[in-house]
């Protein structure tokens, strides 16, 4: 009887405990009812709110100006409209965001593929179509094999029927079909008149992703002046481009943008394309967007100042022009293979382009070929003399003053070489005056190792085949054979001629009549001429600017572009002197070569002429023989201000027209008059002011 009465009773203390045990257990519960019940659906809509992605939003790019400051590369705005869909977003969706947005706009449907079509065709039968790929043979396929599988065997019949409406459907979806989750994607940014902006921007709560914005295309106020040198931007259909896509997708590039695809465009790149804004969309798990905010703010790109003033490049330009016409129509047969003229004007300390142009013809129709400056290279003529002279002097086969009585050599086995008729005895500037060949053949035998003077007639030369890489060596201290370092994606360096155990082959060299050259090598070389022997780097950039909220002024000086020395030519300031005056005696001298252009002119011109054969083949036959016409030249001879360059390839022989001469002294014309008037102006504003 104790043991059982021991048993029944329980110490109060732990009845206790166990209630409170109780209670704290059923509020638990209950809160968790809450938690599940009440709010169970808001707090995993919190648990979801996870993930987070930043977008990148395309800027306009920065403006080109000329150094006047007018703009030659501007942005038009357009109305735009444009889809960034979110994620997850399925085939079905955008057919139904595109049936609903062609009720608001129009587009064209000219473009849309069959594959358009049949993708259209399967969304609005896909149960139908399904059943065109049996359950066997789909268990061999992946999806992708599937659903390209299906769409071959939808036949031309279905979707040859198609209306107008439909049609709009299927070219609206193809491009929403373009668009990666979360970046925006233009669906139609031409045409866009005002009403369907303002129709899709009354309408966006019902079309998701879609907005109503503005957008910007490249803008030419010039036309097409200097068009193959400014360069173009890739569509955004096109995007970055494709073999530098690594490049891009590294730099914070989406794949639909556009990018500068050639010319200053392409080469200024990462100033032009500005700061993107970015945005930071907050998703749930399956993709719905819940928020969103702006992390970065966009800003345009910034803004090229370039070297050339529109005014005078314009005047270059009809000057190229106008005489490639006027050469043509004096002498249409002969000149049947002329169809380019180029010319480069530089200032020679600084290394600015002051202007370039490329006039090309196509029958009768006159382009812009501003690009053939950098890319073509022709064979140059005597124009190169002044560095023959000076490889002459400085490797010290020749001395200066040093005379040799010009006249035909003859080397056994090769053509006789001379110069254009018999001149007597020259020395280094007389030679360069007259434009003597046979002094510039003597001076190739010397570097050759060939010392006889008078060589003997039919005699056969001694000839060390390191001379071509000494004279090749002392030509590209000018830039003649190596790149310029102009700020350009390309430039061509020229033909380098076979070297050959031939000293009539160096002999052509030393005139100009083997290795190629481009119009701004050329241009280059006779600028460090002009410049005492300093290689200056040629440059279009003349200042970056920042982006300005006015279009009535420009930013602040973001960097200013300084005149950059590649090298001083390695030889004695006296022996440059001796070419120097060469150049001026050629131009202002009676007898020189360029004397009857060059010595009426009261700006004190100085430079030379040349003059290249250049054969035309036709499959492999000689059809034709034509010649080079080059020259160069800077002024004033004692205190250059501008160098040039002017090359006219395929010029009929013997036509008497030196169109070479009437670019060279037209464009310096043009140059000087413009700053006599200039400078008028400024006294006339200073009369004002006193």
């Given at each position: 009887m104790k043991k059982k009465k021991k048993k029944a009773q329980l110490p109060f203390r732990i009845n206790l405990l166990f209630f409170i045990v109780f209670l704290m257990f059923a509020g638990l519960i209950l809160q968790l009812g809450v938690v599940q019940i009440l709010n169970g659906e808001e707090f995993q809509k919190e648990i979801d709110r996870t993930v987070k992605d930043t977008t990148k939003v395309p800027v306009p790019r920065g403006k080109m100006y000329d150094s006047s400051h007018q703009v030659i590369v501007d942005n038009k705005p357009l109305y735009s409209i444009t889809y960034t869909p979110p994620k997850g977003t399925q085939a079905e969706d955008r057919l139904e965001l595109a049936e609903k947005l062609a009720k608001y706009i129009s587009m064209e449907s000219d473009k849309v593929t069959e594959r358009n079509k049949k993708e259209y065709w399967y969304l609005k039968n896909k149960k139908k179509a399904d059943k065109r790929l049996k359950k066997k043979e789909a268990a061999k396929l992946d999806n992708a094999e599937q659903y390209n599988t299906i769409l071959d065997r939808i036949s031309e019949d279905e979707i040859s029927g198609f209306s107008e409406q439909e049609l709009e459907v299927i070219a609206i979806k193809a491009e929403l079909d373009k668009a990666y989750s979360l970046t925006p994607q233009i669906i139609k940014n031409e045409d866009v008149t005002a009403e369907e902006y303002a129709t899709v921007s009354e309408h966006l709560a019902e079309l998701p992703g879609i907005n109503a914005t503005t957008d910007w295309n490249r803008e030419y106020p010039y036309d097409d002046t200097m068009r193959s040198l400014l360069g173009s931007i890739t569509s955004q259909e096109q995007g970055i481009l494709a073999d530098k896509e690594q490049y891009y997708l590294t730099r914070g590039y989406s794949r639909n943008d556009r990018v500068g695809k050639s010319g200053l465009e392409e080469y200024y790149e990462d100033v032009l394309r500005g700061r993107k804004e970015q945005i930071q969309y907050t998703t749930t798990k399956s993709g719905d967007v819940v928020d969103s905010k702006t992390v970065v703010e966009g800003q345009r790109g910034k803004d090229l100042v370039l070297t050339m003033d529109m005014d005078f490049q314009e005047k270059v330009d009809k000057i190229v022009r106008d005489e490639l016409k006027t050469a043509v129509q004096k002498y249409p047969y002969d000149n049947r293979y002329l169809k380019d003229a180029?010319?480069?004007?530089?200032?020679?300390?600084?290394?600015?382009?002051?202007?370039?142009?490329?006039?090309?013809?196509?029958?009768?129709?006159?382009?812009?070929?501003?690009?053939?400056?950098?890319?073509?290279?022709?064979?140059?003529?005597?124009?190169?003399?002044?560095?023959?002279?000076?490889?002459?002097?400085?490797?010290?086969?020749?001395?200066?003053?040093?005379?040799?009585?010009?006249?035909?050599?003859?080397?056994?086995?090769?053509?006789?070489?001379?110069?254009?008729?018999?001149?007597?005895?020259?020395?280094?500037?007389?030679?360069?005056?007259?434009?003597?060949?046979?002094?510039?053949?003597?001076?190739?035998?010397?570097?050759?190792?060939?010392?006889?003077?008078?060589?003997?007639?039919?005699?056969?030369?001694?000839?060390?085949?390191?001379?071509?890489?000494?004279?090749?060596?002392?030509?590209?201290?000018?830039?003649?054979?190596?790149?310029?370092?102009?700020?350009?994606?390309?430039?061509?360096?020229?033909?380098?001629?076979?070297?050959?155990?031939?000293?009539?082959?160096?002999?052509?060299?030393?005139?100009?009549?083997?290795?190629?050259?481009?119009?701004?090598?050329?241009?280059?070389?006779?600028?460090?001429?002009?410049?005492?022997?300093?290689?200056?780097?040629?440059?279009?950039?003349?200042?970056?600017?920042?982006?300005?909220?006015?279009?009535?002024?420009?930013?602040?000086?973001?960097?200013?572009?300084?005149?950059?020395?590649?090298?001083?030519?390695?030889?004695?300031?006296?022996?440059?002197?001796?070419?120097?005056?060469?150049?001026?005696?050629?131009?202002?001298?009676?007898?020189?070569?360029?004397?009857?252009?060059?010595?009426?002119?009261?700006?004190?011109?100085?430079?030379?002429?040349?003059?290249?054969?250049?054969?035309?083949?036709?499959?492999?036959?000689?059809?034709?023989?034509?010649?080079?016409?080059?020259?160069?030249?800077?002024?004033?001879?004692?205190?250059?201000?501008?160098?040039?360059?002017?090359?006219?390839?395929?010029?009929?022989?013997?036509?008497?027209?030196?169109?070479?001469?009437?670019?060279?002294?037209?464009?310096?014309?043009?140059?000087?008059?413009?700053?006599?008037?200039?400078?008028?102006?400024?006294?006339?504003?200073?009369?004002?002011?006193?």
């Open positions: 180029l010319a480069v004007v530089i200032n020679p300390k600084t290394g600015e382009i002051l202007a370039v142009s490329g006039q090309t013809r196509d029958g009768n129709q006159y382009k812009d070929a501003t690009i053939k400056t950098l890319y073509d290279a022709h064979r140059p003529g005597s124009v190169v003399k002044g560095a023959t002279v000076l490889a002459g002097l400085d490797s010290g086969v020749i001395s200066p003053g040093q005379t040799f009585v010009d006249g035909p050599i003859k080397i056994k086995g090769t053509p006789q070489k001379g110069s254009y008729q018999s001149l007597g005895a020259v020395n280094d500037i007389t030679a360069l005056k007259l434009s003597s060949n046979v002094y510039m053949f003597y001076i190739a035998l010397k570097m050759g190792g060939e010392n006889r003077y008078p060589f003997p007639q039919n005699g056969k030369a001694a000839f060390d085949p390191a001379a071509w890489q000494e004279m090749r060596n002392y030509f590209q201290q000018f830039g003649l054979g190596v790149g310029t370092g102009i700020d350009f994606p390309f430039e061509s360096v020229g033909y380098e001629g076979p070297t050959k155990s031939a000293a009539g082959l160096l002999m052509d060299q030393a005139i100009g009549q083997y290795d190629t050259y481009t119009t701004m090598q050329l241009a280059q070389y006779v600028s460090t001429i002009a410049n005492d022997g300093y290689r200056v780097r040629p440059h279009f950039l003349k200042e970056i600017r920042e982006p300005s909220r006015s279009d009535k002024q420009l930013g602040s000086v973001y960097r200013s572009e300084k005149p950059k020395v590649l090298n001083r030519i390695q030889m004695d300031q006296a022996y440059i002197d001796r070419v120097q005056e060469g150049f001026r005696q050629a131009f202002q001298e009676r007898n020189g070569t360029v004397f009857s252009h060059g010595a009426s002119r009261d700006y004190k011109p100085a430079g030379k002429s040349g003059t290249a054969q250049n054969a035309i083949y036709k499959d492999g036959k000689q059809i034709a023989e034509t010649e080079n016409l080059s020259l160069v030249g800077y002024a004033p001879y004692d205190d250059p201000e501008i160098a040039f360059a002017v090359m006219v390839p395929n010029v009929g022989l013997g036509n008497g027209y030196r169109v070479n001469y009437e670019i060279g002294f037209k464009i310096m014309d043009a140059y000087f008059e413009a700053k006599k008037d200039s400078d008028k102006d400024d006294t006339d504003t200073a009369s004002e002011d006193g």
